[in-house]
């Protein structure tokens, strides 16, 4: 077969297939795809959306989360990349790139695109995942100063969130921070009464501030609100 009329039937079939639907179509079919779970489907869709329109940055921060459900990182990060150079300011492609990056343990790549969600949108529900996943981040890094800071930025989306008060407890305990330990531990209480893990590690700091009465009482509330994990230090300070 002459060559050239092969390559005019190929964009033929190209021109049919591509003029069967709109990008906005190919988008929509995707995301009904990727709903389903069908994750290559949806690929393939949102490919063709971008074949009929490159600058359509939606479309490939969707492609990016397809291809993250499917464990490639580095391709969801590259589509990623791409919508950031369509919109800059686009939050929703920061905190998606952000978590590929975590994914494949590019923890600075990752901060840097969460503090750009805060700093793009402060006061938004991304924000609020940013700031989560930069304490839960820092937490892992044992950089306990920092991950509290974080952990202070999500209560003031979530005032009353009792494992927020815990966690940030916990980071001001490995700083030696014990009297705000117990003012986080009591938050954490006043709003979870039966929140074992905060009994119990108000407990640890009273013991580290030489309160054994104080600290028995909390680690016997541990014990009746089902936290079995402290019965051992329980066993041996408590007698």
Same mark, same amino acid.
């Given at each position: 077969?002459?060559?050239s009329?092969?390559f005019?039937?190929?964009?033929?079939?190209?021109?049919i297939?591509?003029? $069967?639907?709109?990008a906005?179509q190919?988008k929509?079919?995707?995301?009904?795809?990727y709903?389903?779970?069908?994750?290559?489907?949806?690929? @393939? $869709?949102?490919s063709?959306a971008?074949?009929?329109?490159k600058?359509m940055?939606?479309?490939?921060?969707?492609?990016g989360?397809a !291809?993250?459900a499917?464990?490639?990182?580095?391709?969801?990060?590259?589509?990623?990349?791409?919508?950031?150079?369509?919109?800059t =300011?686009d939050?929703?492609?920061y905190?998606?790139r952000?978590?590929s990056?975590?994914?494949?343990?590019?923890? @600075?790549?990752?901060?840097?695109d969460?503090l750009?969600?805060t700093?793009?949108?402060?006061n938004?529900?991304?924000?609020? @995942?940013a700031?989560e =996943?930069?304490a839960?981040?820092?937490? !892992? $890094?044992?950089?306990?100063?920092?991950?509290a =800071?974080?952990?202070?930025?999500?209560?003031?989306?979530?005032p009353?969130d009792?494992?927020?008060?815990?966690?940030r407890?916990?980071?001001?305990f490995?700083? @030696?921070?014990?009297?705000?330990?117990?003012?986080?531990?009591d938050?954490a209480v006043e709003?979870d009464?039966d929140?074992?893990?905060?009994?119990a590690?108000?407990? $640890?700091?009273k013991?580290?501030? =030489?309160?054994?009465?104080?600290?028995?009482?909390?680690?016997y509330?541990? !014990?009746?609100?089902?936290?079995?994990a402290?019965?051992?230090?329980m066993?041996q300070?408590c007698?």
């Amino acid at each position: 077969m002459n060559k050239s009329y092969l390559f005019s039937i190929l964009c033929l079939i190209s021109s049919i297939v591509f003029g $069967q639907h709109t990008a906005k179509q190919y988008k929509e079919s995707g995301i009904k795809h990727y709903r389903k779970k069908s994750y290559n489907a949806a690929i @393939e $869709q949102f490919s063709f959306a971008i074949e009929l329109d490159k600058k359509m940055a939606d479309a490939y921060i969707y492609r990016g989360i397809a !291809k993250d459900a499917l464990d490639d990182f580095t391709g969801a990060i590259s589509d990623f990349t791409k919508a950031h150079q369509l919109d800059t =300011n686009d939050v929703f492609a920061y905190i998606e790139r952000a978590k590929s990056f975590l994914n494949l343990k590019e923890y @600075e790549a990752a901060e840097h695109d969460f503090l750009k969600v805060t700093e793009l949108s402060p006061n938004s529900r991304d924000a609020e @995942e940013a700031w989560e =996943n930069l304490a839960q981040l820092k937490y !892992k $890094q044992k950089t306990y100063r920092t991950a509290a =800071n974080y952990f202070t930025r999500i209560l003031k989306f979530r005032p009353s969130d009792a494992e927020v008060f815990y966690s940030r407890g916990e980071c001001k305990f490995f700083l @030696e921070d014990y009297q705000g330990v117990i003012k986080d531990c009591d938050k954490a209480v006043e709003n979870d009464n039966d929140n074992g893990k905060a009994f119990a590690l108000r407990a $640890q700091a009273k013991i580290k501030l =030489n309160d054994k009465e104080g600290a028995c009482k909390d680690f016997y509330k541990a !014990k009746k609100s089902g936290y079995k994990a402290i019965a051992p230090i329980m066993d041996q300070f408590c007698k």
